[in-house]
């Protein structure tokens, strides 16, 4: 089993609507957990981290996080046909660790 | 703002060939990370340098090596090359204390 496992997809929505993105994780002792976007052939861009519990919003993205359930969430608010990537769940347990990767959502915006 | 920069960006080398991948971390960063992804999967921990000294490895075959030097870029040395070993290699860099890895654009290898 992988330690984080996240849905392939593809998911296909239209533009403007709101996108819901999820990861389980399986290890408690994650502490830091990050969402990157990969355009193809392109390297990860680190979106949104949040440490622990909680919510944390940045312009159009919002990423919340539930230990207690090991889930891990983003959601897009407005989708543009631009935020179309692979959208990656990662976490690590300490600052300055490895990031382990999800094998990430592929998201298209239908104009 | 500065980004990581790898060279070569594509690189086509034949079985039992070697290759050298380079790094180039952000300014001021301290501590780089290698990642192998496969076409479709994502991206594997290889190997990390804090300070030119190694800090943590993962899943990097013995046929690798990799050494981070003074002015802090890294490189990773691939010898005896096998059909296996073609994916993009991707180096993130960070500034310790800070959380955010940066990950530059990668290189593409084929291995033929």
């Known amino acids: 089993q992988k330690e984080v496992e996240q849905d392939p997809g593809p998911l296909s929505v239209p533009e403007g609507a709101i996108v819901s993105l999820n990861c389980t994780y399986s290890n408690s002792a994650f502490q830091y957990f990050m969402w990157y976007r990969q355009y193809s052939r392109k390297g990860p861009e680190l979106l949104m981290y949040?440490?622990?519990?909680g919510n944390k919003e940045d312009g159009r993205f919002t990423a919340q996080v539930d230990k207690s359930s090991k889930y891990i969430s983003l959601f897009i608010r407005d989708s543009q046909p631009s935020d179309s990537a692979t959208y990656l769940c990662?976490?690590?347990?300490?600052?300055?660790?490895?990031?382990?990767f999800g094998k990430g959502t592929r998201l298209h915006i239908l104009p | 703002a500065a980004g990581v920069i790898q060279s070569p960006r594509h690189l086509i080398k034949e079985k039992r060939e070697t290759a050298t991948l380079k790094c180039y971390p952000i300014?001021?960063?301290?501590?780089v990370y290698w990642y192998q992804q496969g076409p479709g999967q994502d991206p594997q921990f290889l190997i990390s340098?804090?300070?030119?000294?190694?800090?943590d490895k993962g899943s990097i075959p013995d046929r690798f090596s990799a050494q981070q030097f003074s002015d802090y870029h890294s490189e990773l040395n691939m010898s005896s090359l096998e059909l296996g070993d073609s994916a993009l290699y991707f180096c993130?860099?960070?500034?310790?204390?800070?959380?955010?890895?940066?990950f530059g654009p990668g290189t593409r290898l084929t291995v033929t």
């Open positions: 340098f804090y300070e030119k000294m190694q800090s």
């Open positions: 300014p001021r960063h301290d501590t």
């Open positions: 990662a976490t690590n347990m300490n600052r300055d660790d490895k990031i382990i």
């Open positions: 993130a860099s960070s500034l310790t204390g800070i959380h955010e890895q940066y």
């Open positions: 949040t440490y622990s519990s």
